[in-house]
């Protein structure tokens, strides 16, 4: 273990019906009553266990990842995503905003800092924190893992606490990347690919595939 906390549950993905955070476990009671049809439940990591990329997100969208169960898919910012990745090589098939679209991701997995879908988007800093163990032990599995794409600064900032980095060390920024000290891997920023960063061209196509260029030339 390369780190001293664990996991209060499963190893690397809560429950379904995790009651870790009671404020997320309610909204999936009330979600369940008002979209049956929808996963409702922590979207589990997606992609293979040896991957040597690992994308963290945000949290899943209510109508997106929490109604297809896959991290970004049938999200806003999961069309960017997907398409960036197909673009680098990093998925074989069409990405079709199902679950069941039949696309499968090369050496790369995606995750989120929270598994559960948060009211307004907007987990707070406990669930942030509890949900932090399964990001830690999906780290720790990862034995070929050479680099971590964090996707905004939830993401950056949960991701530096799982790995017991300072954030002075290593500040967010779009296109950053951070070496860190006794891992294989590194570091790199993106701002999220939400809808309001990429309408606002706070984040444009061509910025996020510049991240992906410096990734792809790092894993080799
Ligand atoms: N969907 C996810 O699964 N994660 C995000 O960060 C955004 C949308």
Known sequence: MANALSAPSTDREPLPDCDLCPRLADFRKTNQE??????????????????????????????????TGRPFTGDYAGDLLYATLAKFGFSNGKYAGVANDGLTLK??????????????NKPTGPEIRTCRPFLINQIDAMKNLRAILCLGRIS????????????????FGH???????GRSFALFDSYHCSRYNTNTRRLTPEMFEDVFAAIKDHIG
């Open 107 to 120: 050496q790369t997995m995606i995750t989120n800092a929270v598994r559960c879908v948060p009211p307004q």
């Open 156 to 171: 950056h900032d949960s991701t530096l606490a799982t790995l017991g980095v300072k954030a002075k060390d290593a500040p």
């Open 34 to 67: 008002k979209f049956p049809g929808y996963f409702n439940a922590p979207a589990p990591s997606f992609g293979p266990a040896k991957a040597k990329l690992l994308i963290v997100g945000l949290a899943p969208g209510l109508h997106g990842a929490n109604q």
């Open 175 to 181: 296109g950053a990347r951070h070496e860190v000290k």
